[in-house]
């Protein structure tokens, strides 16, 4: 009988370690089938050597970076105070997000920054013509002190993928 006790131990535990093995190659292939960040980036961002990437998506998120009014491919924000900033600022986001695989309706989050809080009223008012009335984004809004090329806006997004 200790001999039959002893026999079923082992052949217990050598199926749990089997069990353990399988549970663990799936664990691996599953990780495997997953791909992980891919940093994505234009020729109009590489041009300008930045040290980042213009978007990145991990699964079916795009994390974009932020958005400023700069005329692409160049370090110099359009003329015309915040709603014309705020237009090319959107202009740009809508391209990165299409040559991404992602577009307005897909938009989840937005960060806004602004220069200057006063002018958060005339920036809604570019902005909310991007987005259908009953699905905007999730948002925070803020002001800071200063912003990269003189920029009076800088917008960043999170969109799912189409």
């Known amino acids: 009988m200790n001999r039959l006790s002893s026999c079923l131990s082992v052949l ?52 974009l970076s932020g958005f400023t009014g700069r005329i692409p491919g160049t370090n110099t924000v359009v003329p015309g105070g915040i709603q014309a900033e705020t237009t090319q600022v959107m202009e740009n986001i809508k391209g990165a997000l299409d ?14 920054m602004l220069l200057d809080i006063k002018e958060w009223a005339p920036m809604n008012e570019v902005y ?10 999730a948002r925070s809004a803020f002001a800071t002190n200063g912003l990269a090329f003189g920029a009076r806006v800088e917008i960043e997004c999170l969109a799912t993928m189409r």
């Open 128 to 137: 909310r013509t991007y987005f259908p009335q009953d699905r905007m984004p």
């Open 12 to 63: 217990c535990l050598g199926f749990a370690f089997s069990q353990s093995v399988d549970a663990q190659q799936e664990s691996s292939s599953a990780q495997a089938a997953q791909p992980g960040p891919e940093y994505l980036t234009s020729p109009a961002t590489t041009v300008l050597k930045r040290p980042f990437s213009e978007a990145v998506r991990v699964g079916n998120i795009l994390y």
């Open 99 to 112: 040559r991404y695989g992602s577009d307005f309706d897909h938009v989840v989050k937005c960060t806004v």
